[in-house]
């Protein structure tokens, strides 16, 4: 039975559940505490006394006084000694909520196929062998664990890290200079914030790349950026010199957006520019894991690894969600990018972090990273046979590494009318333009990427959208 | 058998391990760079023929010439036509190891008790409760949920967490206005942000309070600080006002260091302040999970929800190695932190988020946390009948919740001699001054923090210092 008392304000209804499992003094409380915020009981206005509320309600007395003590004791109601029980002064309305900003996603409609790039095969991830791992680290780690840890990271995972990315990528890494973060955007971040303290203001980056969110965090760490074009060897170091700046962004792996693999000269050229403008080159090195032709081109970070910060992440091998990454730093610039990631956020999560040592120690992730390798060259063989028989005169490019090609259009087409005409067919597509600070790149081309797209879908989407190719 | 070369330099032995597991050619490859690196093979000295070093070495020609073709795309070798292979200009020697940075835990000795504050009981941490839920979490997490997901955090554990901050903290919670953030330091740094780029650029905080940690984290986002004196009702909110200062960050459960819980007159004094100077309370509500003699105070968050920012966190509720919490954010102020938090890390880890919000919903941490009230509760009496037993002219005060307390030296005591002392005796103790911006701060006294200290050990502790308080 609902227990109800109308107040002074004839709109106070108080309802108490004496059956629910919350206790009736907290109810009390509550009920009072949303009536004072939501304004049926105004500023000063008078409440029964404790005997009357207790009678009316058919409550002790005790409990009324105690949840009066309560707020009282919170500064919903006045205290002042002998007067009666008012609502106080500064006890005011809470605001009113605003609609969720809805994110891109959510408005986006069904497709036939979304060739967006930059996620992974999310159906894929191991999820039974991550809980392995976790039960398995959980099992072996000490109670000392379980407290505040180095900012680094896990001592632990930094050594397996640092001889996974000796062994797998030819990477210079030494778990000393290695600092484990929550991926990509943050590593970027540290490292930016770590150059900006020591006077390097200006961070050139490939263009086409990702011009806007770079832009965002260098802004955030205090920094300006400026393009530097990449043609088919890689970024062009000469115009990196012109610019002046002392920090650059690549992705010499398989570049963001054109695909092209860094040639070798260009890495020379770049670890020469860095050490002749005591400059750095930070080396987001995103799909790495992903190479078809032949082994993995080793990271430039090796070649020099005083002058290049690598940035990983198990973003695109395992799954974004999991926040996990890896910066190899030069010697100069650990401890400052330590120290940022102690006042950012005192170190990532420990258990996460010893799950993905026992991942790797296990065998478990190279087996994963194999699987997904047989994956996602099943899906770039159907995106290049789809393209063969329904686009014949694209070309295609990019292919020899990661989770997304580009396809070179007739030089006279308009990407962003063929992006248009795809989605209306159920096709999400997009454009090199829109990588670019270049607003009508040409030639025209489009970014297909096909990590997260099953081979059904790339074969259907590329054959509902042939046409438009040609 | 172990396969060798020496090559032109006479130092230089490349071993090969024919019966090991990794492939003959990537042991060559690893020897090779590892003497470009460390300076054995000199920039520009020839290496021998493929055929030659393969006829050495007891390797087919193809398999040297994959490794040497490995080298050259990878900028260690020089890659000129017709020449002999040679070490590329470029190809530099890595940086030495510099030694680990020693913690102060590393150096520190073995102590018979460590009354260190700001430490939960790490030990009772409920793993096989937090692997079940991590285990239920997985189960029910669609795989959309592996994406980068919203960078307020998953919108299912934003729910459970403004729910339960409703009914346990008596919090004005909206879900639409909760960030999950990876615990209080990143939770700061996030409101700091985008409180500078809101335009405040002034901090005042607690005296005693966290001094120097609020002074970095400041800093670190573009703000100053001023400290406000703490009496025993609370921050002083005459001199807050008198600072000019529109942000100032208060512990009104369970004041740190002092222990005094914020009297009802001074939050909604604080409340007042806030509204008239258009400023920003921060409630940091870190350990208001923990009151032993009557129903926790609630938070002043909800007095006024577009005024106060709460940040929460589980650091001494489970275990600070979890790095989760959250803000409750103003209205104003909630977009801008949580674009900060995109910016800084794209979002916590999703399955750890929705792990704990498992944990909430089971009962089970709940379930947690009245264990842990009962074993502070007996931690606490320990201390207090140690202290009444081997220094009974010591009072104790803060007892009210959380898990430090002070004791009250005598008036001519000097605070470092007895740490200093007590340390001799293997007793790791810590004076009020270490967190006030006053260097000898009076009264004399002493935070004794009981959250990670076993009842044998406070009382072995005590009863070996006793001698010392008097």
Redesign the interface.
């Known amino acids: 039975m609902p227990l109800e008392w109308s107040g002074l304000s004839p709109e106070l209804l108080l309802t108490l559940d004496r059956d629910g499992p ?1 206790p009736l003094r ?1 109810q009390l ?2 009920r009072l ?1 949303d009536a004072i ?1 939501d304004g049926r009981l105004d500023v000063g206005e008078r409440l029964p006394s404790s005997r009357e509320l207790a009678r009316r309600l058919g409550l002790s007395r005790g409990l009324v006084q105690d949840a009066y003590a ?1 707020l ?5 109601l006045d ?1 002042r000694v002998g007067a009666a029980t008012s609502v ?5 309305p ?8 809805r ?1 891109a996603d959510q408005d986006a409609p069904r497709l036939l196929a979304d060739f967006k790039a930059g ?1 992974p095969d ?2 894929s ?1 191991p ?1 039974a062998d ?2 392995w791992a ?2 398995e680290a ?1 099992r072996a780690m000490p ?8 900012p680094r990271g896990d001592a632990h995972l930094r050594e397996v890290i640092a001889g996974y990315q000796r ?1 797998v990528r ?1 990477a ?1 890494a ?1 778990p ?2 290695t600092v484990v ?3 990509y ?2 590593g970027l ?1 540290l490292v930016l914030r770590a150059l900006a303290a020591a006077g390097i203001r200006t961070l050139a980056h490939e263009d086409p790349g990702a011009p806007v969110m770079t832009a ?2 260098a802004a ?1 760490a205090g920094m300006r950026t400026v393009p530097v074009p990449v043609d088919e060897h890689g970024i062009d170091v000469g115009a990196l010199a012109a610019t002046g700046a002392r920090a650059v962004l690549v992705t010499p792996a398989h570049q963001w957006p054109t695909g092209v693999v860094m040639a ?2 260009r ?3 770049l ?2 520019w860095a ?1 002749r403008h005591d400059a750095y080159v930070i080396e987001d090195d995103y799909d790495a894991e992903f190479r078809y032709d ?2 993995p ?2 990271a ?1 970070q ?6 290049v910060v690598a940035i990983g992440t198990v ?1 695109k091998s395992l ?6 990454g890896w910066l190899l730093c ?2 100069a610039l ?2 400052r990018v ?1 120290a ?1 990631k102690q ?10 972090q010893l799950a993905l040592a026992r991942l790797i120690e296990s065998g478990r992730y190279d087996r994963h990273l194999r699987r997904m390798r047989a994956l996602y060259a099943g899906r770039r063989e159907a995106l290049a046979d789809a393209l063969a028989a329904h686009a014949p005169r694209v070309g295609l490019s990019g292919l020899a590494a990661g989770f997304h090609a580009v396809a070179h259009l007739p030089a006279d087409a308009d990407e962003q009318a063929v992006v248009g005409a795809a989605l209306a067919r159920g096709v999400g597509l997009h454009g090199m333009s829109e990588n670019s600070s270049v607003r009508a790149l040409r030639p025209p081309r489009l970014v297909l990427g096909f990590g997260n797209v099953g081979e059904r879908a790339i074969t259907a989407g590329i054959a509902s959208i042939g046409g438009l190719l040609a």
Do not use: K
């Open positions: 919350r907290a409380e509550d505490r915020r309560q009282r004791a919170e500064g919903y205290s106080a002064a500064g006890a005011c809470p605001p009113r909520a605003a609609p969720a900003p994110t996620v999310l159906a991830f999820m991550w809980l976790t039960r959980a109670t000392a664990a379980l407290d505040y840890g180095d062994r030819a210079a030494d000393e200079h973060c929550s991926g955007a943050q971040v965002a965090a955030h070798a000269r890495r020379l050229a670890v020469e050490a032949r082994e081109v080793g430039v090796g070649l020099a690894a005083d002058r973003s799954a974004p969600a999991l926040r996990i030069p010697p650990a401890h330590a940022c006042l950012e956020d005192r170190g990532s999560p420990t258990l996460d």
